[in-house]
Nanobody, 114 residues
């Protein structure tokens, strides 16, 4: 059974940093392009970063230069290092394949506020 378990979110002040993790199982992690998505209140889910099986990386313009995506194929885990956080980064963050499968995890809440 596919499982996606995100963690690492929390409350942080503007300018702060967080590191998100996504533990996966049963998705053949090393053979998939993976991505981080986020959904802010009242907005559609958007992709913020993706990483291919060859470690080619793309970021949304809104996070370019502030977020870093990485993967550990041995552990089946995806990471998102976030720095210089802004209030507009407040959202629930999810990981999934890219394009996304129908199965989503619970996500991890990130709140950027003073």
């Amino acid at each position: 059974q596919v499982r996606l378990v995100e963690s690492g979110g929390g409350l942080v002040q503007p300018g702060g940093a967080l590191r998100l993790s996504c533990e996966t199982s049963a998705i053949r992690f090393s053979l998939n392009t993976m991505a981080w998505y986020r959904q802010a209140p009242g907005k559609q889910r958007e992709r913020v970063a993706r990483i291919t099986i060859r470690d080619n990386i793309n970021y949304a313009d809104s996070v370019q230069g502030r977020f870093t995506i990485s993967r550990d194929n041995g552990k089946g885990t995806l990471y998102l290092q976030m720095s210089s956080l802004k209030p507009e980064d407040t959202a629930v963050y999810f990981c999934n394949t890219d394009p996304p499968s129908r199965i989503w995890g619970q996500g991890t809440q990130v709140i950027v506020s003073s």
